[in-house]
């Protein structure tokens, strides 16, 4: 149906009319003001004439966000350039996937979930414990199968621990995968692919993955070789190390052979056991800087070693007790112009710990302290909380509490304040002495100091050649530098304390363990969940251990349920199954005991099918099927060796670990007859 102009005129937006107005107004100004001016009529036209107003104006936005195309009689439409203009702000989303943040390329939370849990399996796999090596693959598929696109992150993260697991072919097969999805790979994808090779010690399969990377016009970085060369050195297979070399210098030029390949290669000959070989490589290193024509190459950019270059080999030889060849290592530093650090020098006094020689240890420990060849004040070294650790550590293996007490007191004393693993070594002291009391006692002291920030807990926390890393889930943060003080002396509110983790909780409840006092473990245990601090495998392997030491089946049953409740995987040849199999046997039962109470108390399926669980209403616990002689339900056939429900991200309530007799399933804090 059409629609007269007059109508489609008066359909104009108010802006538009008013634009028109507006110009008809400024003509009638113009035209009034050359009729009063002849003159200025005159010099109009000798100039040229201007140009007429086309017949359309172009299109316009318009308060409400349209664009409007502006015509002779007045009317206005939509642009077609509106549509093109939506278009191209919103993003073109994926049909593959049905999350609208995966779909606009985005990532999203479900996302960063499975990345974080791929390497916490990859740690779980580096702390020795059991990971089936399918469940990497699982957690990538359900997450796709629920419609989400998995980052570049997600699949370097998968590679990574698959390697770990010693499937590299599989991290291979995640590359396939990748391009398949339309995700490119790119150099850290390969990379981690030719990193999963050189872990399981496969360094040709690597170099063929090298090549299909510069086949595909990727270009490797300097984090590419040095896996290789690791792997090849700890292979003993010093031709092929040099190869490598000789093409990093081909390809990449000679000034990428730089640090981390020589580190690579020394650390491959520190693993194959062939110290001397790294002696040579930090010997080849160190003449590079009298080649003219290598120093011309790289444009007068020299790579020398470092301290940490011979920390390497002076690790290795105080691990394997070489101590005279640490020594004398040490001595070439002096020669080589290179400055030691703190670290080098609390290798060489766990060395000397480690082989129980006290005087060359104390020797050690005066020579920080400034009273050896080298210049502590000019180095900036002075001993560390790690110093004393190593210490208190020792006296701790053999249960002296007050020669570790002295340690501890002379640390405070110099202004060095403990940290995690110098309490940890405290508590473990007492324990070795069969004292409970005084290590429970350390985690109350252990509250009055303010934990470390990154770098003093860098600096004192992971020297003397230990594994980096916080084992003993202790707050880190507020502020910078600064020495720690304790709470009554100083103690600035803005900075957190030190609290207990589960490592230090764990060693307190396996001293009472040990003594038979079940009642001071089970207490320790309510204040470690108080602090929301989730018990482990360990934790409760220690509880169980004590109550099997006791004969108290009860106890052993009941723990076992705690542990099902707070999802600890009860599977068959897992930590926590052989925990409850040794307890058994200290009551002297037979494994399969063990096995049968892990049965009876893991949740079953309701009888007909379905997902349903249903819970024994006798025994609080998850059943479902038939019934048993004791009027419990009996479990179902097929019922899973794990816990089929995830535990909760919140700690149990510390009710349930000490009350008596509040919740059926619960250890009492009186009962059983493993008291105190």
């Not at 764990?506 to 009642?519: E, I, K, L, R, W």
Request: hydrophobic letters at 35%.
């Amino acid at each position: 149906m059409s629609r007269a102009p007059g109508a489609e005129a008066s359909a104009e937006p108010a802006d538009t009319v008013v634009e028109a107005r507006s110009v008809g107004d400024s003509n009638k100004v113009k035209e009034q003001h050359t009729r009063s001016n002849p003159q200025s009529q005159s010099q109009t036209q000798t100039r040229s004439k201007p140009k007429k107003r086309p017949q359309s104006s172009p299109p316009r936005h318009t308060s409400s966000g349209h664009v409007v195309a502006v015509n002779a009689v007045g009317v206005n439409a939509a642009a077609p350039a509106a549509a093109a203009t939506t278009a191209a702000a919103e993003p073109v989303l994926d049909p593959r996937f049905r999350c609208k943040k995966c779909a606009k390329g985005s990532s999203c939370w479900p996302v960063h979930v499975v990345t974080q849990n791929l390497a916490a399996l990859r740690r779980k796999r580096r702390g020795r414990s059991a990971v089936d090596a399918k469940e990497p693959w699982r957690q990538l598929e359900g997450l796709m199968a629920d419609g989400h696109r998995p980052t570049f992150k997600t699949y370097t993260a998968l590679m990574t621990c698959l390697g770990d697991l010693g499937a590299p072919s599989d991290a291979q097969e995640v590359l396939r995968r990748m391009d398949r999805a339309g995700e490119a790979p790119d150099v850290a994808a390969y990379n981690a692919a030719i990193a999963a090779w050189c872990v399981n010690n496969r360094p040709e399969e690597a170099e063929a993955l090298v090549a299909r990377m510069i086949a595909a016009s990727v270009k490797p970085n300097s984090a590419t070789y040095p896996e290789i060369v690791g792997a090849w050195a700890r292979a003993g297979q010093f031709t092929r190390v040099e190869a490598v070399i000789a093409r990093i210098e081909s390809e990449g030029g000679i000034e990428s052979l730089g640090e981390k390949v020589y580190h690579a290669f020394i650390s491959g000959c520190c693993d194959a056991d062939r110290p001397e070989d790294a002696e040579r490589v930090l010997k080849r290193w160190n003449l590079e800087k009298y080649d003219l024509e290598r120093i011309a190459d790289r444009k007068g950019v020299i790579s020398r070693p470092v301290a940490a270059s011979y920390g390497m080999v002076i690790d290795h030889y105080a691990r394997e007790g070489r101590m005279v060849e640490a020594r004398r290592l040490l001595s070439q530093m002096q020669w080589d112009s290179v400055a030691p650090s703190i670290e080098i020098f609390n290798m060489l006094l766990k060395g000397y710990l480690l082989l129980d020689n006290l005087g060359a240890a104390q020797d050690v420990f005066r020579e920080l302290e400034g009273s050896g060849t080298w210049d502590m004040d000019s180095l900036g070294i002075r001993p560390d909380a790690a110093s004393y650790t190593s210490l208190i550590d020792h006296w701790a293996n053999r249960g002296d509490v007050e020669l570790a007490e002295k340690v501890m007191a002379k640390m405070e004393l110099k202004g060095v304040a403990p940290d995690a693993k110098a309490f940890g070594a405290l508590v473990k002291a007492y324990a070795r002495a069969r004292n409970p009391e005084g290590a429970e006692a350390v985690l109350d002291r252990m509250r009055r100091y303010e934990a470390p920030s990154d770098a003093a807990g860098k600096a004192g926390g992971s020297s003397g050649g230990g594994r980096a890393g916080d084992r003993h889930g202790v707050s880190v943060g507020g502020g910078a530098g600064g020495g720690n003080t304790r709470k009554g002396s100083g103690h600035s509110d803005n900075k957190p304390l030190l609290t207990p983790g589960v490592v230090l909780y764990t060693t307190v409840v396996s001293a009472f363990s040990t003594v038979g006092d079940m009642t001071g473990a089970r207490r320790v245990m309510t204040e470690m969940v108080a602090a929301r601090v989730r018990p482990n495998e360990r934790t409760f392997g220690h509880l169980v251990w004590g109550y099997g030491q006791l004969g108290d089946l009860a106890g052993i049953t009941q723990s076992a349920q705690l542990m099902i409740d707070e999802g600890i995987s009860l599977r068959a040849g897992g930590e926590g199954r052989q925990a409850l199999v040794r307890a058994c046997r200290e009551c002297g039962l037979p494994a399969s005991h063990a096995d049968g109470m892990v049965e009876s108390l893991l949740p079953r399926r309701k009888g007909g099918g379905g997902n349903r669980w249903v819970r024994s209403k006798k025994t609080g616990t998850q059943s479902g099927g038939g019934k048993s002689e004791s009027g419990a339900d009996a479990p179902a056939a097929d019922a899973p060796i794990n816990v089929g429900a995830k535990p909760s991200d919140t700690p149990r309530s510390s009710s349930e670990y000490g009350s008596s007799r509040s919740r059926s399933r619960g250890i009492a804090a009186n009962g059983g007859s493993g008291g105190g």
